[in-house]
């Protein structure tokens, strides 16, 4: 089984350990599978440069640090970590007196070297405050904050209270500047893309220079300085903060955008102290292309990277043995793209807008060592006082420095191959030109003029209109405003605010009588002042006296000896309309609301109909009616099933690792014989016959026919195609996957697991590996209508929608699991007509030399019709089913083959 399998898989197996879900199949033993001994590794390097962001010199005494080796920057800034394991993402992290810390992941190959040059961030100035009083912490000529509470911290990671005069170091970081001075990707936990409005970094210490933390339950207040390429930054984003282990940021909190003369800024709420960056998940395309040395020979292992031009972000990736590379960028935006190796780089690039993947014509050439030379000389730009404005040059040659000018006269800090600033009436005019060196020389870039208007105040050029509505239905207001941005709105009614009314339109709740006569008008800010619209007057009538009409009949329901049914009516009418349900016929004693719920049900109430009156003074109506089918009291085998259909989305995630079972642990295509040990299996690789020892690209298109095959216990018929792209097929894995199934048919030998899965799905796969442990997950997305059958039970299972998503720790040194975490989105499903939904999460940790089951928490429930009808959970030490309102300790119905996995 290829290695990429084996994560894939391993991400699922402590959840089967623990859920004993039917979706697990393979294995045929009650302990957890024994290790593969591992296969001999050929150890890869990273070198690079450390240099100060300020003006580009060397930082020399940096400490490096990555899968625990260990290097120290020369005079030049520059290092070398040797004897690195391979892996897909391999955390650096580099450290140097009077800077901010810099935690990068990056990929290692054998025998391949990782080059990096890294700028490293000034940490601000040292600040003392006495622990017992409220104080703020600030930055000069910034409008960085923090607002401290009175005694409100510990010695980080413990309860020792933290007192007397601490000190502080606030940092404050700008992506819009210098995209590349975030201490970490821009990649949320989630494995989405980020776009980032500003970060700061906030450092306490006591007297012993022990790092200080805020304690339980108590905030502090951050204000993190608006930083961006975007024209419309929005007025609310999340808080992210740094998991320094990974390099991704973790969504905790919201903040808001305040807009002041003295600039704009984002304002939250934090509960620790760490990097924080005001950040967006965004959407992104990928651009596929490759590069060429100057011979035209593919250049494998060159660091490919992204930085947004309309948006503040960065991406990367390394090109494969064939020079290819897939980098991400934001969908429909602008982005720079630059590739480097051996210090060799490209010419930079200009990507995108794009709603779609964009594959470049011709390859990227990487320059041998010459003088630089000018490709694209800075541009003109016209802009208002107080925005945003942006420079970009692109040059030729390797190991390019940049060095910005205004009027002739060098820029401080401005070394970067981009210029941005906010620009001043004192800007107007003002000619900015780039040196660009090298070793070979030097050439100087043609000068761009910047013009300045002076900035606006908001203007109202069209003021929001009178409205006039029925009760029931909405209103809405909208306004036109000019002046300088960023402009925020907030409309207000009868002059009082409307929470969360913070756009150019605004659109009412369904109205009331009582909103006759209000007034709506909106306040328009900026950073120069604010303008009121006219106020609009919103006229609201009664509407026209009609009999009541039903507009949703009730609808049958199947539930339970022991059960309650509900039934609901939706219908209007002028006046309102009074309810009366019966069942049978029969009036029902102090029904008269839109819905009915019954008592508990007997068997005696199996094939009742029940249907609604619908009265007002200009008539009435009644309702179809409706069945209510009774089932006798669940017992334990159907306990079992229902919460059988929680793990249908884990058998997906062991059908969409098939096609792969060609391939040995290096990735080295099988004979069929290795593969099957009775049977037969084909693939295809990109359209061709695959070749047994032919080794898998990390990306391809793989095809898997098998019939009656036996592989690790499972018998295999059927086909399976998956399109992958994946970091490499080495762990800890990263990239994604787009699987189709053709009836694919997985039984367990032993005969207690028979599952067919027809259809398609994606899966995204996001990875990490320290020195003791590995972190793998998977996110499942299945096409809807694809379908998973338990053969054994008769039952199959219609997907509808939603998403499964299963991540997993485990030791390196025994692959033993030490953690889990399970979490069902929305995933919605239909055992023949009853349709399902599973929600929710579990956490459990495992122990011992045999990850035993430990602890966890959460729940994942499963619900019918709005229904709940069981839900999985943990308590007392151990996994528990609540079905019908019974619990019961779990245990692992036929057809499970992961309880023995």
């Given at each position: 089984m290829p290695i990429v399998v084996q994560r894939l898989r391993g991400a699922f197996a402590s959840a089967c350990v623990a859920l004993s879900l039917i979706g697990c199949g393979g294995g045929s033993s009650s302990n957890p599978p024994t290790p593969e001994p591992p296969a001999?590794?050929?150890?890869?390097?990273?070198?690079?440069?450390?240099?100060?962001?300020?003006?580009?010199?060397?930082?020399?005494?940096?400490?490096?640090?990555?899968?625990?080796?260990t290097a120290t920057s020369d005079a030049q800034g520059r290092f070398t970590l040797g004897g690195l394991a391979p892996a897909a993402s391999v955390v650096l992290r580099i450290q140097a007196d009077g800077h901010l810390d810099v935690v990068r992941p990056l990929p290692v190959a054998a025998n391949q070297t990782t080059q990096i040059t890294q700028r490293l961030v000034a940490a601000g100035a040292a600040q003392t405050f006495n622990a017992a009083t409220p104080g703020t912490l600030s930055v000069a000529n910034s409008l960085a904050a923090v607002d401290l509470p009175a005694n409100g911290f510990v010695v980080d990671g413990s309860s020792t209270a933290a007192t007397g005069t601490l000190s502080a170091r606030l940092s404050v970081i700008d992506p819009a500047r210098n995209p590349g001075a975030m201490p970490g990707r821009y990649v949320a936990s989630t494995g989405r893309a980020i776009e980032s409005f500003g970060a700061i970094?906030?450092?306490?210490?006591?007297?012993?220079?022990?790092?200080?933390?805020?304690?339980?339950?108590?905030?502090?207040?951050?204000?993190?300085?608006?930083?961006?390429?975007?024209?419309?930054?929005?007025?609310?984003?999340?808080?992210?903060?740094?998991?320094?282990?990974?390099?991704?940021?973790?969504?905790?909190?919201?903040?808001?955008?305040?807009?002041?003369?003295?600039?704009?800024?984002?304002?939250?709420?934090?509960?620790?102290?760490?990097?924080?960056?005001?950040?967006?998940?965004?959407?992104?395309?990928?651009?596929?292309?490759?590069?060429?040395?100057?011979?035209?020979?593919?250049?494998?292992?060159?660091?490919?990277?992204?930085?947004?031009?309309?948006?503040?972000?960065?991406?990367?990736?390394?090109?494969?043995?064939?020079?290819?590379?897939?980098?991400?960028?934001?969908?429909?935006?602008?982005?720079?793209?630059?590739?480097?190796?051996?210090?060799r780089s490209t010419p930079t690039i200009t990507v995108g807008p794009s709603a779609t993947d964009i594959t470049l014509p011709n390859c990227l050439v990487l320059a041998d060592a010459a003088a630089p030379q000018i490709v694209t000389s800075p541009v003109d730009r016209t802009v208002v006082a107080g925005q945003f404005v942006y420079f970009r040059v692109s040059?030729?040659?390797?190991?390019?420095?940049?060095?910005?000018?205004?009027?002739?006269?060098?820029?401080?800090?401005?070394?970067?191959?981009?210029?941005?600033?906010?620009?001043?009436?004192?800007?107007?005019?003002?000619?900015?030109?780039?040196?660009?060196?090298?070793?070979?020389?030097?050439?100087?870039?043609?000068?761009?003029?910047?013009?300045?208007?002076?900035?606006?105040?908001?203007?109202?050029?069209?003021?929001?209109?009178?409205?006039?509505?029925?009760?029931?239905?909405?209103?809405?207001?909208?306004?036109?405003?000019?002046?300088?941005?960023?402009?925020?709105?907030?409309?207000?009614?009868?002059?009082?605010?409307?929470?969360?009314?913070?756009?150019?339109?605004?659109?009412?709740?369904?109205?009331?009588?009582?909103?006759?006569?209000?007034?709506?008008?909106?306040?328009?800010?900026?950073?120069?002042?604010?303008?009121?619209?006219?106020?609009?007057?919103?006229?609201?009538?009664?509407?026209?006296?009609?009999?009541?009409?039903?507009?949703?009949?009730?609808?049958?329901?199947?539930?339970?000896?022991?059960?309650?049914?509900?039934?609901?009516?939706?219908g209007n009418g002028n006046p309102a309309p009074t309810y009366q349900w019966l069942k049978n016929g029969a009036v029902i004693a102090g029904a008269t609301g839109q819905t009915y719920t019954t008592p508990a049900l007997a068997a005696g109430d199996d094939g009742a109909l029940?249907?609604?009156?619908?009265?007002?003074?200009?008539?009435?109506?009644?309702?179809?009616?409706?069945?209510?089918?009774?089932?006798?009291?669940?017992?334990?085998?159907?306990?079992?099933?229902?919460?059988?259909?929680?793990?249908?989305?884990?058998?997906?995630?062991?059908?969409?690792?098939?096609?792969?079972?060609?391939?040995?642990?290096?990735?080295?295509?099988?004979?069929?014989?290795?593969?099957?040990?009775?049977?037969?299996?084909?693939?295809?690789?990109?359209?061709?016959?695959?070749?047994?020892?032919?080794?898998?690209?990390?990306?391809?298109?793989?095809?898997?026919?098998?019939?009656d095959c036996v592989s690790?216990?499972?018998?295999?018929?059927?086909?399976?195609?998956?399109?992958?792209?994946?970091?490499?097929?080495?762990?800890?894995?990263?990239?994604?996957?787009?699987?189709?199934?053709?009836?694919?048919?997985?039984?367990?030998?032993?005969?207690?697991?028979?599952?067919?899965?027809?259809?398609?799905?994606?899966?995204?796969?996001?990875?990490?590996?320290?020195?003791?442990?590995?972190?793998?997950?998977?996110?499942?997305?299945?096409?809807?209508?694809?379908?998973?059958?338990?053969?054994?039970l008769g039952l199959r299972a219609t997907l509808a929608g939603g998403g499964l998503s299963v991540g997993s720790t485990t030791r390196l040194s025994d692959g033993v699991p030490t953690g889990t975490r399970v979490s069902y989105n929305s995933f919605a499903f239909s055992v023949g007509s009853t349709p399902y939904l599973a929600q929710g999460a579990l956490t459990l940790t495992f122990g011992g030399t045999n990850g035993g089951l430990a602890g966890g928490s959460g729940e994942i429930t499963l619900s019918s019709n709005g229904t709940q009808v069981g839900r999985l959970y943990f308590a007392n030490g151990s996994l528990q089913i609540e079905v019908n309102g019974r619990v019961q300790p779990f245990a692992a119905p036929r057809g499970s083959a992961s309880a023995r996995r």
């Open positions: 001999p590794v050929t150890t890869g390097q990273i070198t690079g440069q450390v240099l100060s962001a300020a003006d580009a010199s060397p930082v020399a005494g940096a400490r490096i640090t990555a899968a625990g080796a970094t906030v450092d306490l210490r006591d007297a012993g220079g022990n790092k200080v933390n805020l304690k339980a339950g108590t905030t502090a207040t951050i204000r993190i300085p608006l930083a961006t390429r975007s024209a419309a930054p929005p007025a609310t984003v999340p808080l992210f903060h740094l998991d320094e282990t990974t390099g991704q940021w973790v969504q905790e909190g919201q903040a808001t955008l305040r807009v002041t003369a003295a600039g704009s800024y984002y304002e939250g709420t934090v509960s620790h102290f760490s990097s924080w960056n005001a950040d967006i998940e965004t959407d992104t395309i990928f651009v596929n292309g490759c590069v060429n040395d100057s011979a035209g020979k593919p250049a494998a292992w060159a660091l490919v990277q992204t930085s947004g031009i309309d948006y503040s972000g960065m991406s990367y990736d390394v090109t494969d043995t064939n020079g290819k590379f897939r980098v991400p960028i934001r969908k429909n935006s602008l982005a720079e793209l630059l590739a480097t190796l051996d210090q040059a030729s040659g390797g190991a390019l420095r940049y060095q910005w000018q205004r009027n002739g006269v060098d820029m401080p800090g401005e070394t970067f191959d981009t210029l941005s600033f906010y620009a001043a009436l004192a800007d107007d005019g003002a000619r900015y030109t780039v040196v660009v060196r090298n070793s070979q020389g030097q050439v100087t870039s043609g000068a761009a003029v910047l013009h300045v208007n002076p900035a606006t105040l908001p203007v109202v050029t069209e003021q929001p209109r009178d409205a006039s509505a029925r009760v029931g239905e909405t209103a809405s207001f909208a306004v036109t405003v000019v002046g300088s941005a960023p402009l925020t709105y907030q409309w207000q009614r009868n002059g009082v605010d409307i929470a969360g009314a913070t756009a150019a339109a605004y659109t009412t709740p369904a109205l009331a009588l009582a909103d006759q006569g209000a007034l709506y008008r909106v306040v328009v800010r900026n950073a120069y002042g604010s303008a009121t619209s006219a106020p609009a007057l919103l006229s609201v009538t009664g509407t026209v006296p009609a009999a009541p009409v039903i507009t949703a009949q009730p609808v049958a329901v199947t539930a339970t000896v022991g059960q309650t049914a509900t039934f609901l009516v939706l029940f249907s609604v009156k619908l009265s007002n003074s200009q008539g009435e109506v009644v309702s179809s009616t409706a069945l209510l089918t009774v089932k006798p009291a669940g017992n334990d085998t159907e306990q079992a099933n229902l919460m059988r259909l929680l793990g249908a989305g884990s058998v997906w995630l062991q059908a969409v690792g098939a096609p792969l079972e060609v391939a040995d642990d290096n990735g080295l295509v099988l004979a069929a014989s290795a593969v099957c040990q009775t049977g037969s299996v084909s693939a295809t690789l990109g359209g061709a016959a695959v070749t047994v020892g032919q080794a898998l690209p990390a990306n391809g298109v793989l095809a898997t026919r098998f019939t690790d216990g499972t018998r295999y018929n059927g086909s399976g195609t998956a399109d992958y792209r994946l970091s490499s097929l080495s762990a800890p894995v990263n990239g994604s996957a787009t699987v189709t199934l053709s009836s694919l048919r997985m039984a367990d030998v032993a005969g207690d697991s028979d599952y067919t899965v027809d259809g398609g799905a994606t899966v995204t796969l996001t990875g990490s590996q320290d020195g003791t442990s590995l972190t793998q997950s998977a996110a499942l997305t299945p096409t809807a209508g694809s379908s998973i059958a338990n053969n054994l």
